[in-house]
């Protein structure tokens, strides 16, 4: 998958409020969650997102055009934003934690507020750049996330940094509904699950960390319980009491 430069447009908030207390990490997880049309995807991609092999502008595929929405990725090659999604082998659109990044790139890409005209650009660039189906599920999580961002901004930048445990749980109670209220299960799983995983355990660690009445064998139980609910390659994030993270 292409990297992409920093999303100034949005950071979802309740990884934002967890850099500002935690100092969030960025992590990697070996094998992300995904979902696909119809049911769990393989773990090896049908059509990977920005494939070289795969028709590309100016080289035997469809030329870019001032109707089609484009993305500019790290190295500033500009690609199709239809071309950013992966396809499994058995069909239908793989969703996972890539997917989230491509969707803030695309939307990084157009105006913060976008006009119909934008918009239809947009699902115009699906519908021709992706079979039927997948086009269309393509366009509804487009929809789904802009009013899952509108929803995250007017209802928890209000709620500001958790100050204890207590706050924490509601903070992430509440992320969680909104998050149900736009997608199914298994989608806000593939798109969200590692990453929220990793906050709300981050956060949690902060507060256990900071918790005077803790002596410090509870607390090195405590954090030990947190650390083994992480993938092996994050648990390292999470220090013992008293030492910075690593």
């Known amino acids: 998958m292409p990297t992409f430069k920093?999303?100034?447009?949005?950071?979802?908030?309740a990884v934002a409020l967890v850099v500002a207390a935690v100092g969030y990490r960025s992590w990697d997880a070996d094998e992300p969650d995904s979902v696909a049309s119809g049911g769990v995807a393989a773990g090896v991609p049908g059509g990977s997102r920005g494939d070289p092999s795969g028709p590309q502008p100016g080289a035997g595929g469809p030329a870019l055009n001032a109707s089609t929405v484009v993305v500019h990725d790290a190295t500033g090659a500009t690609l199709d934003a239809a071309r950013l999604f992966e396809l499994g082998f058995a069909g239908g659109l793989v969703i996972d934690r890539d997917t989230r990044a491509v969707i803030e790139a695309v939307l990084n890409s157009m105006p913060e507020q976008p006009t119909e005209q934008d918009l239809q650009r947009l699902e115009?660039?699906?519908?021709?750049?992706?079979?039927r189906e997948d086009a269309e599920r393509a366009i509804k999580l487009f929809s789904s996330y802009r009013a899952y961002t509108a929803d995250?901004?007017?209802q928890m930048e209000p709620l500001g940094v958790p100050g204890n445990l207590q706050e924490m749980n509601a903070f992430f109670d509440k992320m969680e509904s909104i998050k149900r209220r736009h997608f199914d299960d298994a989608t806000a799983q593939a798109l969200f699950g590692a990453a929220d995983m990793h906050a709300r355990v981050s956060m949690e660690a902060m507060f256990v960390e900071q918790d005077a009445s803790l002596t410090l064998e509870q607390k090195k139980q405590r954090l030990d319980e947190l650390r083994a609910q992480l993938p092996p390659e994050q648990q390292s994030l999470i220090p013992q009491p008293g030492q910075p993270a690593s």
């Open 152 to 154: 995250v901004r007017q």
């Open 6 to 13: 920093p999303f100034p447009v949005f950071l979802v908030l």
């Open 124 to 131: 115009r660039t699906l519908r021709e750049g992706l079979p």
